[in-house]
């Protein structure tokens, strides 16, 4: 076997490694407490899924939650209803429904690891030795538990997998052309095929999760600055005549992709004025603005994962300008610049969006996950960029540093299944009992966030559970910290 050969095994090793520990990750962690709320569903969401494109909210001007998230509650509806039941063709009731939260986020998280190391390597063959290494250096940083409180990108609850890491990771998709004809040049027409999935895409994205509409349009206009200050460079000034001018500069491409979404976002914007999802706690715009400081503050010290990535850009950055400076290492040094731009609008705008109680300080790792994402682009590209071009043996002094900082990640995302057996547990006693009510210890949650204490308040759980075939009947239960 070749040196080649043996560097592919080794990597395809280490990923198949990583991705099957990642999936028994996902499997071992217990059910969220709003998937029943959305699966059967409740009324209130069943308005959503009665009008997909808010026209009758716009009608009557009646207020109701996510007014502009169709698409993700239908998706999740249509997932958790008929996953479990075809993997109950395998397996049990129980046991379906853990493999079905499982399998959803590793296609999740598959589908995110392929499309950042495309964009590092520059090829989409997974056989190909580039993108091996550029999934090997992304894929100790995408957490599952370890560091996720403050830099996942797959929810551990379920529900919300399907409003945050689904629709982002499919906008990634969706701008891969915008990439490769911004920062790749790329002049080759679209197909009519790919448009129109584009187009339809354009339409289900805006209307999916709350933070696609934002993505787009600043991520939309960062692109028309760029092609502003392209203008520029070539000696126009910014009056109006020539501001028309770097308009037509933009590739027609361009336009066809991002028009549709833009407009769609915005008109997701519009309906999100509607949602009536926490409006009664909302606080004042300037209260959220003094609250942000903190939410960053928190986001970068309360654990190792952010500020050690941040570092690690940092080192990067350095010995791109220092020691392997080219056309290509000034190329990327630019897009970190464009980073920054876009995650100072992003901050500055999110406050915008609203205040919620179990988000106190406005920034969250799930609404920070579009500048998780893009820190972890930017942390490939140039860690790839370095390992091809750093001579020895300053290489092997990298290589060596990188070891030891993917060993960190690695060390700290731990397998956890304490509530998941204490929850399964009692599920087995609920599929096992001919009582109405059981009564569990508080020691774990089951399908809630947090103890159940009047049974009534466990009958859309208790009614899932039926659905799904775990129990025969309706079992209803409640928890006490008294012993049984």
Known sequence: MTKAKQLIFILALFLLSDITYSFFEYYYIPLDGDISAGVLPLPVVQKV????????????????????????????????????LLLQKFTNPITSV???????????????????????????????????????????????????????????????T??????????????????????????????????????TLSIILPLSGPLIPGVVLITTGLIGIHYLLKSHQKG?????????????????????????????????????????????LNIPLAERYLKLPLGIYYQITQSLGVPLL??????????????VCSPEGQKLI????WIGLFSAVYLLLLPFGGYRPYRPNILRYDTFIPITIALLYYYGKSTFFILENLKLPKRTIYLG??????????????????????????????????????????????????????SKLSETNALLFKFWGITQEKRLYYQTSEKK
């Open 401 to 454: 540093g990188l070891v030891i900082f993917f060993a960190i990640y690695i060390n700290s995302d731990q397998l956890e299944t304490k509530e998941y057996r204490c929850e399964k547990a009692c599920l087995e006693v609920l599929a096992n009992t001919n009582d109405e009510v059981t009564i569990f210890p508080d020691s774990c949650n089951v399908m809630s966030w947090e103890p159940i204490t009047d």
């Open 334 to 337: 630019v897009s970190l610049k």
């Open 162 to 199: 399907f409003f945050y890491a689904l629709p982002l990771i499919l906008l990634m998709l969706f701008l891969m052309p915008v990439y490769r004809i911004v920062f790749d040049h790329e002049t080759t027409k679209i197909s009519f095929s790919k448009l129109i999935l584009l187009f």
């Open 49 to 84: 899924l009665d009008d997909p494109f808010g026209f009758h909210v716009l009608s009557t001007g009646e207020a109701h939650i996510n007014p502009n998230r169709f698409f993700s509650h239908f998706a999740f509806l249509e997932y958790m209803q008929k996953a479990p």
């Open 310 to 323: 941040l570092i690690i850009i940092g080192i990067n950055t350095y010995l791109i300008k220092k020691q």
């Open 236 to 280: 126009n000034d910014f009056s109006l005549k020539n501001l028309l001018s770097a308009f037509r500069i933009i590739p027609r491409q361009l336009y066809l992709i991002l028009v549709p979404i833009c407009l769609v976002s915005f008109y997701s914007l519009y309906l999100g004025r509607f949602d009536s999802n926490g409006a009664d």
């Open 98 to 160: 853990y493999l079905s939260c499982a399998i959803i986020k590793i296609i999740i998280h598959l589908l995110f690891l392929f499309i950042l190391s495309a964009l590092i390597s520059k090829t989409k063959e997974i056989r190909d030795k580039k993108f091996l290494i550029a999934a090997a250096i992304i894929v100790p940083l995408i957490q599952s538990n370890g560091y996720w409180g403050h830099m996942g990108i797959i929810d551990r609850a379920t529900t919300y």
